[in-house]
């Protein structure tokens, strides 16, 4: 028990002493560390209390020699001549005065000098705008019969800068002759005050600035901005104003360790305390690394969760990896029926050649990664057997190394979207049908015109006939030869009038009924040709002369005949309906079509009075219309096509050299038939009394279009009207 409690003893009378040394050497050395900075810190303070001192006396000396050099003028009593020229001199000398006005004893202004350094001081805002601590300050000066100073004040000056300046007000001496001013008014800059007042040695090492009694800065000078630290101000007492003068040293706080052997000391100490704060804190930064890495881990996989966009992960050598719950909900296979499957059984059994040769050929780098980025489409199956159709983007999975380990791939369902699309296509079938409907019921009343003269020609060669046969019957049994040649001409007659009619009819039909949309290559002639026998009707019923200019041979384009045909016959109408105010006799409507390289462009142009400019604006609106009858969907659905053909629906106005509408041009373009199709042989007629072939021009060009009328006398048709009679 006493041998423990000796050794007991000597420990700690062996660990005492070095543990008091170890108290006394930081206690010494800190005491060390806080006189040495206090010392330090004074120091640099009286530096800076001497600088501010100094500065002071300098800005009043400076003040004070300005304010002798103004009187000297006023003195002088000069004229207002040599006023404005010894102004000029004293601004010249001082370049910390901006200007020197002379006042009349209402405290306007008669004269006024500027600074030849910098130009008018107050050319953003007016004198008088600034002037009330000026009036103030020589209010002073004529009360006391001395110098007076007004408190400073911010005049803006271009480009977003501006002064801070001051004014003194120095009273006439009394006896002035009639005519001169009551005062004078001198404007000084405070920041020049302070850069011609202040010697180079403090500037060089100190910030010295005017300052409100808040701290706000007014205007400074000096090199180094101030560290904030050491810092000294003074008043500079001025007749009716004082100022602010702060010196801030460019000197940063006392350095910790102001001498070597200070530092040796402290460093050792600091050793073992630096040592230990860096276990802690590489602790501290694993323990929050981890943190932050479970953080970002639950939030990517709260993000892939959420996401409706499925995700899938594939090795370099096809197998799956990852799937996300919204992939999984796709094909209806559970991530566990998924991950580790080199063939997917969502991969339908008729297409896994196919995908096995894919993935063949992106393993050996024949698929690029920027069309994987681009995306394609394929068909997955689901769980049940159905296909469906997927988008998929990949793009390749880089490791911590730099390979490639894998690709990710981003699905998306896009059966919706096929069936919004197939719906859309649809709805724009029913709306071509409903337009084609309604132009036809627009045109009815041309229509029975149309037919009324070939059927009344039928009716009319019909009758003669039946009157020729009974004229013979009555005649000798040898048949009369010219009865005979009457009644063939007759027939051949009512032949072509009856063809005629069926024209009509078969355009009609053709161009109302339902046909199956593809795309084909079809000449020009043809396209114009298959729906103008309605436009002769309407050019008929206006005294319209059509034009054609469609090349010889006409070029072909690719298109959907039916969709076309509607536009032609829509731009056409429009043509002919838009010269209705124009006289008969200058209504023409010139359609052409001309290959353009690669492009076939139609043009339909009219001799109207064009369209209105707040019309124009809304042309190709959908359901936009300007007339009472109409619904608004011809000009829009015409757009709709061409741009579904990949051309360019527009218009343009035909102008005189006085710049007037002379009328309209609407043009659209359609991509051109290949070399190979250009050469194959055109379409002909679809039966015979059917129209003639399309590669037959519609109408010779330049003639008015006017049918002959049926039945009309000439020739032995006159014979054929007498026996009617």
Known sequence: MSVRSASSGTRWRRVLPWAALVLLIGVAQSLLLVLTVRNEH???????????????????????????????????????????????????????????????????????????????????????????????????????????????????????????????????????????????????????????????????????????GDGTRLARAGVPRGGGVYVAERLVDLPGSTLALRVDSAAAGPRLLPNLATSLVFGLSLALAAVVALLVRDVRRRSA???????????RRAMENSLVTGLRARDVAGRITYVNPAFCAMVGFSAEQLIGQDTPPYWPPEMRAAYE?????????GVSHQELRDGFETTFMRQNGERFPVLIFEAPLIGPAGRQTGWMSAVLDISAQRKVEELSRQQQERLQATARLATVGEMASLLSHELNQPLAAIASYATGSLNLIDDAAGAPESPDVPTVA??????????????????????????????????????????????????????RKSGTLLELALGEPAPRVVCDRTMLEQVVLNLTRN??????????????????????????????????????????????????????????????????????HGGALDFEHLRDAAGGVTGTRFSFTLPRAPAAVEDAPRRGADAPGDAPPADAPPRPQGERDAEASAGAPGGRSADIEGALR
């Open 42 to 212: 004074d120091r640099e303070q009286e530096r800076a209390e001497a600088a501010a001192a100094g500065a002071a006396a300098d800005v009043r000396m400076l003040l004070s020699h300005d304010l002798q050099s103004l009187q000297a003028i006023l003195w002088e009593r000069p004229g207002p001549e040599r006023w404005r020229a010894e102004a000029a001199d004293l601004l010249r000398a001082r370049r910390e005065l901006l200007r020197v006005e002379w006042r009349e004893r209402g405290q306007s202004i008669s004269q006024a000098v500027e600074s030849p350094y910098r130009g008018p001081l107050f050319s953003l805002l007016r004198r008088r705008d600034l002037d009330a601590d000026t009036e103030a300050a020589c209010a002073a000066a004529l009360r006391l019969s001395a110098p007076s100073w007004s408190r400073s004040y911010f005049v803006p000056q271009p480009a977003g800068l501006g002064l801070e300046v001051i004014d003194v007000c120095l009273p006439a001496a009394p006896g002035v002759g009639s005519g001169e001013p009551h005062a004078m008014v001198a404007t000084l800059a405070l920041g020049t005050v302070i850069e011609e007042a202040v010697g180079p040695d403090i500037a060089r090492l100190h910030e010295i600035s005017f300052v409100e």
């Open 289 to 299: 690394a981890e943190e932050r890495l479970g953080e970002e881990l639950a939030l």
């Open 357 to 365: 040769a894919r993935h063949a050929q992106r393993i050996s780098g």
């Open 486 to 539: 009457m009644l063939r001409e007759a027939t051949q007659r009512i032949a072509e009038q009856a063809a005629r009619a069926g024209r009509v009819i078969k355009s009609v039909h053709d161009f109302v009924r339902r046909r199956e949309h593809s795309r084909e290559a079809v000449a020009c002639d043809e396209l114009v040709g298959a729906v103008l026998p309605l436009v002769r009707m309407l050019a």
């Open 575 to 644: 043509a002919i309906q838009a010269m209705d105010t124009v006289p008969p006799a200058d209504r023409v409507l010139q359609i052409a079509a001309t290959a353009r390289g690669a492009w076939v462009r139609f043009d339909f142009t009219d001799r109207g009075t064009g369209i209105a400019p707040e019309v124009a604006t809304r042309l190709f609106t959908p359901f936009f219309t300007t007339k009472a009858e109409g619904m608004g969907i011809g000009l829009s659905l015409c757009r709709s096509v061409i741009e579904q």
